[in-house]
C-alpha cells in the first residue's frame, strides 16, 4: 500500500507560478514511478508528468517547457513546479504511484496507476 497526499495548490493570475507536493509513504519505497496527473471539470484525467527511480521524466506537450518534475527521496516527496500558468491549467491536481516500476515503462494512463492522492485544486485567472 501507499499513501499519497498533496498540498500546494491554490488560486494564482495567469504567468504565476505554484509548486505542488506529495508526501508518500507506505510502500512508496520500492521503487515507485510517481506522476502526476490533473482533472479539468467535465473533461478526462490526463497525465501531466512522470518521473521514474532513475530520474527520468516526461512530460505532456502541454505543459513541456513551463513545469518541472522532481522527487527528494530522502523525504519522500514528489513535486511540481509550476511556471507561466495558463487558465487552462485549472484543474484539480492529482499525485500517484506505481511501483515497482522503476523506469516508468508502463506508461502514463491513469488506470495503470494503482495509488492516488486526494487531489489539490489549482485555479488560474486570466
Known amino acids: 500500500q501507499v499513501h499519497l497526499v498533496e498540498s500546494g495548490g491554490g488560486s494564482v493570475q495567469a504567468g504565476g507560478s505554484l509548486r505542488l507536493s506529495c508526501a508518500a509513504s507506505?510502500?512508496?519505497?520500492?521503487?515507485?514511478?510517481m506522476a502526476w496527473f490533473r482533472q479539468a471539470p467535465g473533461k478526462a484525467r490526463e497525465g501531466v508528468a512522470n518521473?521514474?527511480?532513475?530520474?527520468?521524466?516526461r512530460y505532456a506537450d502541454s505543459v513541456t517547457g513551463r513545469f518541472t518534475i522532481s522527487q527528494d527521496n530522502a523525504k519522500n516527496t514528489l513535486y511540481l513546479q509550476m511556471n507561466s500558468l495558463k487558465p487552462e491549467d485549472t484543474a484539480m491536481y492529482y499525485c500517484?504511484?506505481?511501483?515497482?516500476?522503476?523506469?516508468?515503462?508502463?506508461?502514463?494512463?491513469?488506470?495503470?496507476?494503482?495509488?492516488w492522492g486526494q487531489g489539490t485544486q489549482v485555479t488560474v485567472s486570466s
Open positions: 500517484a504511484a506505481r511501483t515497482p516500476d522503476p523506469y516508468c515503462s508502463a506508461g502514463l494512463a491513469p488506470f495503470t496507476f494503482p495509488y
Open positions: 507506505g510502500d512508496a519505497y520500492n521503487r515507485p514511478c
Open positions: 518521473i521514474a527511480s532513475v530520474d527520468k521524466t
